[in-house]
């Protein structure tokens, strides 16, 4: 039994939602010219050549291939600035059966900071409603339609707090983010 100044949070660290499409991000760069592999290697990362622009991690951290910072690095610090906007056009245009795929895009100074500001990727991406967004450097096609059918989601992460007899302490749309705000309040209550 909870009473009314009692106090229970739960809260998860991800969603879940329907996974429709898994896609191939590593493939549209190779498509798009900005992710290229020596001829007759392995395709894997070790093996990328200097025409690449970018590469991708899993979950959709892209990086520029910066001279300098990485092996084989070609874009220098004037053209750094031209090859994000291309990339953010590029997966800001990007439609699958008429659908965005991509619904966020963030530069790293938006989510990032700190002292390891310069290794966090340069673009991180968010996939919309439905598409998974992978790396697979060695994807022959830009989709596919995955054996599972749900995958986790940054949204969608729940709280409940029960047990408080003032209105205001928690936002009408709880997040993560906001239980250290909330325990903050509740503290000062009391």
């Given at each position: 039994r909870i009473a009314d100044d009692d106090l229970l949070i739960m809260l998860s660290d991800h969603?879940?939602?329907r996974l429709e499409k898994?896609?191939?991000?590593s493939y549209l760069l190779r498509q798009e010219g900005?992710?290229?592999?020596k001829q007759g290697e392995d395709i894997v990362l070790n093996n990328i050549c200097y025409g690449t622009k970018a590469f991708v991690l899993d979950p959709a951290r892209i990086y520029l291939n910066l001279k300098g910072k990485f092996p084989c690095g070609t874009v220098g610090p004037a053209d750094s600035e031209e090859t994000l906007q291309q990339l953010e056009n590029l997966f800001g245009s990007l439609r699958i059966d008429g659908r965005a795929?991509?619904?966020d895009i963030y530069r790293k100074e938006q989510i990032y900071s700190g002292p390891y500001l310069e290794d966090a990727p340069d673009l991180v991406l968010v996939g919309a409603q439905g598409f998974n967004l992978k790396a697979n450097v060695k994807a022959e096609r830009l989709t596919d339609k995955p054996i599972f059918t749900g995958k986790?989601?940054?949204d969608s992460a729940f709280l409940i707090v029960r047990g408080l007899s003032d209105e205001g302490i928690v936002p009408d749309m709880p997040a993560v983010s906001d239980v250290k705000g909330i325990v903050e309040k509740i503290k000062g209550r009391t």
């Open positions: 969603g879940f939602e898994d896609v191939y991000i900005f992710l290229q592999f795929v991509v619904r986790h989601t940054q």
